[in-house]
């Protein structure tokens, strides 16, 4: 009879416990990334100072960009479309115009 192959590691056979080390990295990075948009939103409220309007502004862009549209700035890989629409309102290639004989208000 044939002896069935150990499908176990060694290491997690042993009976004790198993400390696994995971890169930290990334956390770093995660923080950055934040800190780029926390940014990117306070300067995009200096040129559209309604939030809820630069909240419809930006989540109508980011739709557009999930679409497929091309982004009008210079992106990196790991900018997330979000950050890209925020990026084009700073930059003063995305704004807005109000709808004529609709209350300003509303």
Same mark, same amino acid.
């Given at each position: 009879?044939? /002896?069935a192959p150990q499908l176990t590691p060694p290491a997690l056979a042993s009976s004790g416990p198993t400390i696994l080390q995971f890169p930290t990295e990334a956390n770093r990075t $995660?923080?950055?990334l934040?800190?780029?948009t926390t940014q990117l939103l306070q300067e995009a409220a200096? +040129?559209?100072p309604n939030q809820q309007l630069l909240i419809n502004v930006v989540s109508r862009r980011v739709r557009q960009l999930g679409l497929g549209h091309r982004p009008m $700035?210079?992106?990196t890989p790991r900018m997330s479309l979000t950050d890209i629409a925020l990026k084009e309102i700073v930059a003063g290639k995305l704004a807005f115009e @109000? +709808?004529?004989g /609709? @209350?300003?208000n509303a």
């Open positions: 009879m044939l /002896a $995660v923080r950055s934040r800190h780029m200096q +040129v559209i $700035v210079e992106t @109000p +709808v004529k /609709a @209350p300003e």
